[in-house]
Structure formats: structure tokens, C-alpha cells
């Protein structure tokens, strides 16, 4: 069973290639009650969910099981207070629960703010009191519950801390509870424009950002995963992201479960490489997507040591795809590498979609859901080839999808962000002759050396390319004469030293490949990178520490 088809509008041109993509829906679709309570009506035991714990074991859920845990999870928060409008952090990791609870909230109207385990202290007060959280789900795993629990004592308006699985003072344990709850829950009336889900941003260059979802963005992800991921009906997708961060909004529900396609959920602690690929092998995974940076090990320790026969679709996200990446998994797996993006405030903007010809490193085009542009400092459109701010150009004449509708707390960082009529990403790109665009790096983090402007990523994809460098960053650190000078930090991969020659090496190797003006100065070797919480670099921390 798929119900993408009751919520969307397509057409493909000769080429098999998606040219035409609409939404339809009622007013009052919500995600719970139109998609999972659907499935479970109408075909009960369609596989929604694998679920594995190294230390727990497996587990499998059905439309109908989600459904009813939903529905029992809906009426202890009912019971609890919480109502439609309010603002509910859930951090569970990728424990089963956060599905059912993710979708209990959407069906009591109330928004889910989901947030990563790792945020300590300071982090969940800031959230509380951005987004005034009145209540959390949070790990038993950890310090989580202890941190919360410190929260509460710094935010009056959190009044109410749940867990799972276990009992702790102070904390209800939402599993126990669950037990006596009611199976059954009357609809409760909410429309597809009120607001649905919140996530903060990574904070790479400030403060994280609330940035706020209505319920079509569960319907705009049919884009994602139908058109981009590939899923399949009957098939099981694996996308690896913990709950905490909007790609699990992308590849582990939403989209997804609307095609029919089960989700495959990993609930580890320690990522592996070998242990993924032994998982894709043994689960036969049909579709996959993660960030480059799990490709780059995925390449390292060989992806054609396992049976990946079942896998017939990879995507990546996330970060910028090096083309040595990229020609690494092909040679090794003989599929393609799609790749997409898109940000926490929209859903797939650009990406080489099903039966497009990807370019090695582009970002692909844009999908037919948005219309984008390249510009300049004063909202120009820039010509083939020049690099500028991308951003979304609205049809003023409907609902622009798989868009935020708001910062929440902050009107006027909004209005700055939709300046000009447009919504400005505050990621730079260019465009070729064909239409693909190519990353060049976030506004904040362009080098300007020499008179010259230059992005980080594409010296990266050199440097990526010596066999001794596992990660690396670029960035510009302040000089008299030129402005900026160049400079990488570099992680050595596994077997290599630290030593001044392997440094010229490196160097050597980079800036025999770049015009003069893009040379690496200066290379530094590291054992970490600064990063957000969301794993991406902080180039402006390495900055600041120059």
C-alpha cells in the first residue's frame, strides 16, 4: 500500500526524469491520523519498522502496532496536560520509542522538537527558554535525564520530564504509564498550516536557530524519498542520522513510511563502518543515504568486502561530496552516489533525482518543489559559472512547500532571511552550463585572499585526495599584505605520522593541482576537529584559535 499518490501530483518528461511535482491535501491532514492510522485500518501488518540494539537485540513493528503505541502514548501526555500548541523536546536517540511518540504528538496537535542526546546543560535551557518547553522525552541513556532534571531547576516552564523504560525520581516513566493507557484516541482537530515540528540548527556560526515546520512538511518529504532516496514499496530504507537532527525527518519516517517502505533503525552508541556494512549485508537493505563522511570510511575499509547485492539506490547529504568520494563508491559498488541538499529550513532543494546522470560532486538541480537562483550581494542573478548566495525565489501565487514558516522567537532574523523577496540559504554555489549546481561553501566561510574569493570546498577536494589525509578544513586566517592567507588542518587517516615531510607532501600534492592564488600557506595537523553537535566543522572556530 502507498498513499503517495493521494497527496501528491506528478508528471516525468521522455526521459523518465521528474519534471512536475505538486502537493493536494485537506485542511486537516495530519500525519498521524492520514498516514499511520491509514496503514494500520487498511493494511495492518505492512512492516514499518526493523530496530536493532547491539545490546537489546531486534524488534519489528507493524503500521497497526505504531498506531496503537501512539494512540496509548497521546493519552498519557493527554493526561499529563499536554495539549495542542505546546512544545515538546523528545531526545531518544534511535531508541524505538521515538516513533511512536513522535507520532502520538503530531496527532495531539502538539509540536515535537526533536534534540540529540549530546546536548549538555546550558544547551536544553537555552532550548527551553527559546522555544518555552513545557515538556521532554528524554534517554534514560547517559547523563540526559540528570541534565534535564538540572534544566528544570533553571526554567520554571518545564514542568514535566518523562522517560523511557525506567524509573527515576522526579521522572515519569512513559513505558510503565503506557501500560494501563487506552488504545483507542478520538481525532483531535488540527489544521495543516498550524505548526508540526521545530528543530534548532546546528549552530555553525551562532546561536541554534528554531526553525519552524507545518504539517505539509511530512507531505513535501514524499519528494525526498519517493523521487530521491528511490525507496520502494515493500522495500526497507536505512538512513543514518540519530533522531536529534532534521535528516532523520528526511530518511527514517517521514517520506518513507507515506511510499511504504519500512525504515531500518540502528540504535548505536559507537559508529562502526564494519558494523553498518555487515548490517546493510545481513538486512539486505534496498536503499541507503548517509553523509559523505560515512562513505569516506565506507571506502576506506572496502565496500566490496561484503554483499551489498540488495542495496539499489545510495544517496548522500549533509555536507559536500568530494568527487574522490564519489569514483570511490562507484568503483567499488557500481552504483551512483545521488547527491542532495538541502537545509533544517526546507526539505530537498536540489539533488540528482531517480534516472537523472549525476555529476561527480554536484549538487544536482533544483527540484521541482522550489525555483532557485544564484545571486550577488545585491539579489542579481549571476551568470553561468560565477559563484553567489543560492536562494529560493517563492511563487507568490500559493503555499510555498517544504519551507519553514518562522524562527521561532526571532521575527526579525525571518525577515532578514526572506530579504528581498527571496529566502536567502546563506550557502554559496554556482551554476554550470547544464544546470547543476556545485558547492562552494557558506557565506561566512568564503576566503578572500589576494583580491580573489575563494570557497574551502574546492581546495578540499584536493587535499581529500592524499591517501594520508581522513579530514581535513580550509579556511582563510587574517594577513597584512593578502588579506587572508590559506591555511587546512588536517586528521591523518590511520597508519600515518605527523612528521614535516608528510606536511609538504600534502602540500606539494595540493597546490600542484590549484592556481597560485588558491595555495594552502600553511597545514596544520590535528587529532580532532572543533564541531557542532551535529558533526559538522566549526571553520570559525579554527579561526578564532589562530
Not at 606536511?503 to 592564488?517: D, W
Amino acid at each position: 500500500m502507498q498513499l503517495y499518490n493521494e497527496f501528491s501530483i506528478e508528471s516525468w518528461n521522455e526521459n523518465g526524469q521528474l519534471e512536475n511535482f505538486e502537493l493536494k491535501y485537506p485542511d486537516n491532514y495530519n500525519f498521524g491520523y492520514d498516514v499511520v492510522d491509514r496503514f494500520a485500518k487498511e493494511a495492518p501488518d505492512t512492516l514499518a519498522m526493523v530496530w536493532r540494539n547491539p545490546k537489546i537485540g531486534d524488534r519489528t513493528f507493524t503500521f497497526s502496532e505504531i498506531s496503537k503505541l501512539s494512540n496509548q502514548a497521546a493519552n498519557v501526555f493527554k493526561a499529563k496536560g499536554i495539549k495542542k500548541g505546546d512544545n515538546v523536546l523528545v531526545i531518544l536517540k534511535r531508541h524505538y520509542e521515538y516513533w511512536f511518540v513522535a507520532v502520538a504528538l503530531h496527532k495531539l496537535g502538539a509540536v515535537l522538537i526533536p534534540a540529540t542526546h549530546m546536548l549538555k546543560v546550558d544547551d536544553i535551557t537555552y532550548r527551553v527558554t527559546t522555544a518555552n518547553i513545557r515538556a521532554v522525552i528524554g534517554t534514560p541513556d547517559g547523563h540526559t535525564l540528570e541534565n534535564l532534571l538540572e534544566a528544570r531547576k533553571q526554567c520554571t516552564q518545564l514542568e514535566t520530564i518523562f522517560t523511557v523504560r525506567k524509573d527515576f525520581d522526579g521522572v515519569n516513566n512513559l513505558t510503565a504509564e503506557m501500560e494501563n493507557a487506552s488504545e483507542e484516541l478520538e481525532r483531535i482537530p488540527t489544521n495543516v498550516y498550524e505548526p508540526m515540528i521545530t528543530y534548532f540548527t546546528s549552530g555553525t556560526t551562532g546561536y541554534p536557530k528554531a526553525v519552524i515546520h507545518d504539517h505539509t512538511y511530512s507531505i513535501s518529504h514524499i519528494l525526498t524519498a519517493r523521487h530521491w532516496q528511490n525507496v520502494k514499496e515493500g522495500g526497507l530504507h536505512l538512513t543514518v542520522s540519530e533522531t536529534g537532527w532534521g535528516k532523520a525527518s528526511w530518511g527514517k519516517i517521514y517520506g518513507q513510511w507515506i511510499c511504504g517502505c519500512a525504515v531500518m533503525v540502528y540504535d548505536f552508541d559507537i559508529f562502526s563502518p564494519t558494523k553498518l556494512l555487515s548490517l546493510i549485508s545481513e538486512f539486505k537493505i534496498t536503499s541507503f543515504c548517509a553523509p559523505p563522511t560515512v562513505y569516506r570510511y565506507f571506502v576506506k575499509y572496502g565496500m566490496d568486502k561484503y554483499d551489498l547485492s540488495s542495496l539499489e539506490h545510495i544517496t548522500t547529504a549533509g555536507e559536500a561530496l568530494n568527487p574522490e568520494v564519489f569514483n570511490k563508491v562507484k568503483e567499488q559498488t557500481g552504483l551512483n552516489l545521488m547527491e542532495g541538499f538541502g537545509q533544517t529550513e526546507s526539505v530537498l532543494m536540489l539533488a540528482n533525482l531517480t534516472n537523472s546522470v549525476s555529476k561527480p560532486g554536484s549538487m544536482g538541480k533544483p527540484t521541482p518543489i522550489y525555483r532557485t537562483a544564484i545571486v550577488d550581494s545585491d539579489c542579481n542573478e549571476l551568470p553561468v559559472g560565477e559563484a553567489g548566495e543560492l536562494v529560493v525565489i517563492p511563487d507568490k501565487t500559493k503555499h510555498q512547500h517544504g519551507i519553514f514558516m518562522g524562527y521561532c522567537g526571532d521575527d526579525e532574523l525571518y525577515k532578514h532571511v526572506w530579504r528581498g523577496g527571496v529566502y536567502h540559504t546563506g550557502d554559496t554555489a554556482w551554476v554550470d552550463e547544464d544546470g547543476y549546481y556545485w558547492y562552494v561553501g557558506r557565506v561566512d566561510d568564503l576566503i578572500k585572499t589576494r583580491g580573489f574569493r575563494v570557497g574551502p570546498f574546492e581546495i578540499e577536494n584536493i587535499l581529500i585526495q592524499h591517501p594520508a589525509v581522513m579530514e581535513c578544513a580550509v579556511y582563510g586566517v587574517p594577513d597584512e599584505t593578502r588579506g587572508n592567507l590559506i591555511k587546512a588542518t588536517v586528521i591523518l587517516a590511520d597508519g600515518y605520522e605527523k612528521t614535516k615531510e608528510l606536511r609538504n607532501e600534502i602540500l606539494k600534492f595540493t597546490n600542484n593541482s590549484l592556481a597560485s592564488y588558491k595555495w594552502i600557506t600553511s597545514l596544520e595537523f590535528a587529532d580532532e576537529m572543533p564541531k557542532t553537535i551535529s558533526g559538522k566543522i566549526r571553520r570559525v572556530e579554527l579561526k578564532e584559535k589562530q
